[in-house]
């Protein structure tokens, strides 16, 4: 409920004193006892801002009447090159605004770590924001969140504004100085955060250089690519003077005494953020003598601002963004010096265990030195030491900056050339952990559950088209990497398949005893049933018909517990499949006759996918003409579940074209249209149809290739998808080779072994597996994704022989 709105009439409770009483509300209840949002951020400008502000009355008057007036342009952008003198002006406006008018401000600057990127921008604008509505600083911020609850305090503080008869301005200077922008499509810039119509009742004002041009990812629209916009400042004399005074200071420091090259030399490398008691410890010098320095000749170029979360301390920067890039340069080789300086100076804090009077650079700048500096190794250490970690937390007093450091490392070693998945997996629990804030962890259990479940599920379709391409051993060390009691009994099962047909009984008996293990541990649902399908399978296929008999026994008796009569119905036509797939057709009969029972008794959507599963289950038990009368009792819209059990239904009857009509009529996603065209295509395999086989696994691999991948749960779900086309061209080469079409098999195995590695060369596939809850063993699972990945990159390079002749093939 939004502040201000009260529900009245919700029904009677009471309560005594001390506690509060709750009616009208299904659910817990959380008392936000995190304090209101205190926001520094002016003391800071306060250090940023001139003494006095000269020669600079027109463009004060111009902005005032700017922020003021009824009616006006959104934004206004105040360009010019370097040392015109732009955040002089924009501080003094921040500090002195024109009544009426309430501004938020963020002063983009690698001179202070960050403060050069949209995490620093969203960080820094909503402290402010959340002070203004009088609402504690947003937690558990992720990069899926951070900019709609940016966009949203922001409508909302301008909305509270403007019932107070006031204006509120955001105050952005330096858009110029944006580390976060690359041009191209992974752009992420703090111009595409602003809104190209920003919340009524409110203004924006920028600053920047004409150089860089306007980063790609903000919109062709947007008011920043209107020219319009453009307000042209002149130079400040009193700008230039300031430049050729700090120039000449830089370079003096440069050749100065020893502890000014120190304090020069220390703050460069460091990026600013050093504090008087920070330069102390780096170097033999008290803090005295520090202070003496940076308060006379060195502060001329060290300017003081306030410390992040304490701001009645100081820390130092270069007071100009030239200043530090003309530094690095001066101080060459002697940076290197420096950072170990720095290093030390951190494994000694690391040593102590991380106490809680850690300098607030070695909990906040130093993650983003290491980050430029390429240090990931001492990075990741940093990041995943929990003693620093429960420090930084306890000094933010939100998880915020943890989750940021966390992403930080997590982006370094992504951009790598191979990325260490078991360093991600470590993360990605970490990062987890923080996300969830702790009332809400039992209510998203089940949500994070069904996430990690599905990841699970999809190593099963990797682990099929291993089998069936002959790769058993990789497929065998991935089913043991799996936990989830279902996934890992079905891959079980898969595996034990294989060696039985290798001829391997020993081991496939093992396994399928294993496979029984993992399922007893499952609770009843459709999920078990197709896992005991697979395992009646199994053990089909070693020729062991009694224990397939038991199987199928056992499952039907745990169906008969459930309530819920169309969940029975579909576990019972499930298992009705299996035993006519194990060459149980008595048991398939009388499982297909209690489907028919129960079927009768039910009406609905639901019904609708039943009737596929019985005509599945007929087909299966050599009943043809039963299957094509249940297939010509549907009458509703199907449901893309329903339709591709029809597809498989009418495949399995070899109604190719009937199923392919589904595949046309019904099913419009890329993935599910993919799936249902391999599963035709398998049929059709198995019917020694060769032609149509080829056509629809080569429609199925173009159905994938054109998919728009926006999320990555959808590229992991064409990966899985690839995967089931992979194990059908599988399956067409062994039964060319079974009838003596030599060459075109061995062509066919290539072509699925080719389609695996697409898969298992795509860090985004084994990443996306990795942060699950449980569910999948990590160790293992990393272990065995690597050295696939490397088997995959050799095998697209042998197969296809360069990126240029793979896309030539997908053309083909």
């Given at each position: 409920m939004r502040a201000g709105h009260v529900a009245r009439n919700t029904g009677n409770a009471q309560a005594s004193d001390g506690g509060f009483s709750n009616t009208g509300v299904i659910g817990s209840v959380t008392i936000d006892r995190r304090p209101v949002a205190e926001s520094a951020y002016l003391l800071q400008v306060e250090r940023i801002a001139p003494p006095d502000l000269v020669g600079r009355v027109t463009e004060l008057r111009e902005l005032a009447d700017f922020c003021t007036a009824a009616k006006a342009a959104p934004y206004t952008w105040w360009r010019a090159e370097q040392w015109a003198g732009k955040s002089a002006l924009l501080s003094w406006f921040v500090l002195h605004p024109p009544p009426g008018v309430r501004v938020v401000a963020f002063f983009v600057t690698a001179r202070f770590r960050g403060h050069e990127d949209r995490v620093g921008f969203t960080d820094v604008v909503m402290e402010q924001l959340a002070e203004l509505l009088d609402e504690p600083m947003p937690a558990h911020l992720t990069e899926a969140t951070r900019e709609q609850i940016f966009l949203n305090l922001f409508k909302r503080a301008a909305e509270r504004c403007q019932g107070r008869g006031e204006r509120l301005v955001l105050v952005i200077d330096g858009l110029d100085e944006d580390r976060g922008v690359s041009h191209g499509p992974d752009a992420y810039s703090i111009a595409a955060l602003l809104p190209a119509e920003p919340p009524k009742g409110s203004r924006i004002v920028v600053a920047g250089r004409p150089n860089p041009p306007i980063p790609s990812d903000v919109p062709d629209r947007h008011p920043l690519r209107d020219p319009r916009t453009i307000r042209r400042l002149h130079v400040s004399s009193a700008a230039t003077v300031v430049r050729a005074d700090m120039q000449r200071e830089l370079k003096r420091l440069m050749y100065g005494t020893e502890i000014e090259?120190?304090?020069?030399?220390?703050?460069?490398?460091?990026?600013?953020?050093?504090?008087?008691?920070?330069?102390?410890?780096?170097?033999?010098?008290?803090?005295?003598?520090?202070?003496?320095?940076?308060?006379?000749?060195?502060?001329?170029?060290?300017?003081?601002?306030?410390?992040?979360?304490?701001?009645?301390?100081?820390?130092?920067?270069?007071?100009?963004?030239?200043?530090?890039?003309r530094a690095v340069e001066r101080l060459g080789p002697r940076l290197a010096d420096y950072r170990a300086r720095l290093h030390e100076w951190a494994d000694r804090y690391s040593a102590r265990g991380w106490p809680d009077d850690t300098p607030e650079y070695l909990l906040r700048g130093y993650v983003h030195l290491l980050r430029d500096t390429g240090d990931v190794d001492r990075l990741i250490a940093l990041v995943m030491t929990a003693t620093r970690q429960g420090t930084l937390i306890r000094r933010d007093r939100t998880h915020t900056a943890a989750i940021a450091e966390i992403d930080a490392v997590r982006e370094a070693i992504g951009t790598s050339a191979r990325p260490?998945?078991?360093?991600?997996?470590?993360?990605?629990?970490?990062?987890?952990?923080?996300?969830?804030?702790?009332?809400?962890?039992?209510?998203?259990?089940?949500?994070?559950?069904?996430?990690?479940?599905?990841?699970?599920?999809?190593?099963?379709?990797?682990?099929?088209?291993?089998?069936?391409?002959?790769?058993?051993?990789?497929?065998?060390?991935?089913?043991?990497?799996?936990?989830?009691?279902?996934?890992?009994?079905?891959?079980?099962?898969?595996?034990?398949?294989?060696?039985?047909?290798?001829?391997?009984?020993?081991?496939?008996?093992?396994?399928?005893?294993?496979?029984?293990?993992?399922?007893?541990?499952?609770?009843?649902?459709?999920?078990?049933?197709?896992?005991?399908?697979?395992?009646?399978?199994?053990?089909?296929?070693?020729?062991?018909?009694?224990?397939?008999?038991?199987?199928?026994?056992?499952?039907?008796?745990?169906?008969?517990?459930?309530?819920?009569?169309?969940?029975?119905?579909?576990?019972?036509?499930?298992?009705?499949?299996?035993?006519?797939?194990?060459?149980?057709?008595?048991?398939?009969?009388?499982?297909i006759?209690?489907?028919?029972?129960?079927?009768?008794?039910?009406?609905?959507?639901?019904?609708?996918?039943l009737l596929a599963l019985l005509a599945k289950a007929h087909l299966a038990a050599g009943e043809r003409r039963q299957a094509e009368s249940l297939l010509g009792r549907m009458r509703n819209e199907p449901s893309m579940q329903t339709v591709i059990a029809l597809v498989e239904a009418a495949a399995a009857a070899g109604d190719y074209d009937k199923a392919e009509e589904y595949v046309r009529t019904c099913l419009c996603p890329a993935v599910p249209r993919a799936r249902a065209l391999a599963a035709i295509a398998e049929e059709a395999a198995l019917a020694d149809d060769y032609q149509r086989a080829g056509s629809l696994v080569a429609d199925a691999e173009?159905?994938?290739?054109?998919?728009?991948?926006?999320?990555?749960s959808l590229r992991t779900d064409a990966l899985a998808a690839l995967a089931t086309v992979a194990n059908v061209v599988a399956i067409l080469g062994r039964r060319l080779s079974e009838q003596g079409h030599t060459r075109l098999a061995h062509h066919?195995?290539?072509?699925?072994?080719?389609?695996?590695?697409?898969?298992?060369s795509s860090s985004d596939y084994w990443t996306g597996l990795l942060p699950t809850l449980g569910l999948i063993d990590r160790s293992l699972l990393s272990a065995v994704a690597d050295d696939i990945i490397q088997s995959g990159e050799r095998v697209v390079t042998h197969h296809y022989g360069s990126p240029e002749e793979l896309q030539e093939e997908r053309n083909v």
């Open positions: 090259q120190e304090l020069l030399g220390l703050l460069t490398t460091a990026g600013g953020g050093l504090s008087s008691k920070d330069f102390a410890e780096l170097t033999d010098l008290s803090e005295v003598v520090v202070d003496d320095h940076l308060s006379s000749v060195a502060g001329r170029s060290f300017t003081p601002r306030s410390a992040h979360w304490r701001p009645d301390h100081r820390v130092y920067v270069l007071a100009h963004e030239e200043l530090q890039v260490d998945l078991l360093t991600l997996t470590r993360l990605a629990r970490r990062r987890d952990g923080l996300a969830v804030p702790p009332t809400r962890q039992s209510s998203d259990g089940a949500n994070r559950r069904h996430e990690s479940a599905s990841h699970a599920w999809e190593l099963v379709d990797l682990i099929d088209a291993l089998c069936s391409v002959g790769d058993v051993d990789r497929a065998r060390g991935l089913a043991e990497s799996i936990i989830h009691p279902a996934a890992r009994a079905q891959s079980l099962a898969a595996v034990a398949a294989a060696d039985a047909v290798a001829g391997r009984h020993a081991c496939a008996r093992a396994l399928v005893e294993r496979a029984e293990v993992a399922a007893r541990e499952m609770r009843i649902s459709i999920a078990p049933t197709r896992t005991y399908a697979r395992i009646a399978r199994a053990s089909a296929a070693i020729g062991d018909h009694e224990q397939t008999r038991a199987l199928i026994s056992r499952i039907s008796t745990l169906a008969s517990e459930v309530t819920l009569l169309g969940v029975r119905a579909q576990i019972l036509a499930h298992v009705a499949c299996a035993a006519a797939t194990g060459g149980q057709h008595d048991q398939a009969r009388e499982l006759s209690a489907v028919h029972t129960l079927a009768d008794q039910l009406s609905g959507p639901s019904d609708e996918w173009n159905a994938l290739h054109g998919v728009a991948i926006v999320t990555p066919r195995t290539e072509h699925a072994r080719a389609l695996l590695a697409q898969i298992f």
